[in-house]
């Protein structure tokens, strides 16, 4: 069953805390994506990924990092330098640039406690 | 840049009557347009493209480059038609530009 899959859920940090959300794709896709979700701001493009061992810093990048090693991976990690991190994180996935659209992942909400 | 613009946050229709979600965009070139829709506790999934110009749901939705808008028109709204949906831009080299999104609530 081919998709794209977010881990956790829900995940709670403290703050100070650098956190990990996973997203792994089955799709054989090039590309992936992440996004962050807010109520009234819609969806903005954190980092961006079109093949392995490269990746590109979208629109709101600072307090965010990402790794490619894999095809299939594209982790991404909220560090403690991220000032507002408590949002929804959507990652997607697509053939070569996107142009026939994206499949996207269910979502990992964070909460800074 | 390229900028897509949803001017409702919120559009509250009743039930069987007919719905536009807006949306404008900005770019010179030959733009991709995409609704996405994402129904309570439900992954965003594409609606349709322009390109393919397909009725998904009974939605529509035609690219007027002359007013650079791409609205979702559907003549009878049904209740489960309630979702946020988003407009999105390809321009063919960066990734998709999505609009702030518009919530749809579809009154009985």
């Known amino acids: 069953d081919g998709g794209i899959t977010q881990s956790p859920k829900y995940l709670f940090r403290k703050e100070g805390q650098n956190v990990t959300l996973s997203c792994e794709q089955n799709l054989n896709h090039d590309a992936m994506y992440w996004y962050r979700q807010d109520p009234g701001q819609g969806l903005r493009l954190i980092y961006y990924?079109?093949?392995?061992?490269?990746?590109q810093k979208g629109d709101i990048a600072e307090g965010y990092s990402v790794s490619r090693e894999k095809k299939e991976s594209f982790p991404l990690t909220v560090t403690s330098a991220q000032k507002n991190p408590t949002a929804f994180y959507l990652c997607a996935s697509s053939t070569n640039r996107g142009q026939h659209g994206y499949t996207f992942g269910s979502g990992t909400r964070l909460t800074v406690v | 840049a390229q900028r897509v613009t949803q001017p409702e946050k919120l559009l509250s229709v009743f039930k069987g009557a007919p719905v536009e979600l807006k949306c404008n965009y900005s770019?010179?070139?030959?733009?991709?347009l995409f609704w996405y829709v994402q129904y309570s506790r439900q992954r965003l999934q594409l609606l349709l493209r322009h390109i393919s110009r397909e009725s998904i749901k009974g939605f529509t939705a035609d690219l007027n480059k002359g007013e650079t808008s791409f609205h979702l028109k559907k003549p009878f709204a049904q209740e489960e038609d309630s979702a946020m949906y988003y407009c999105?831009?390809?321009?063919?080299?960066?990734?998709?530009?999505f609009g702030k999104g518009t919530r749809l609530s579809v009154i009985a």
């Open positions: 990924s079109q093949i392995v061992n490269d990746f």
């Open positions: 999105a831009l390809y321009s063919g080299n960066t990734p998709l530009v």
């Open positions: 770019y010179s070139g030959s733009p991709e």
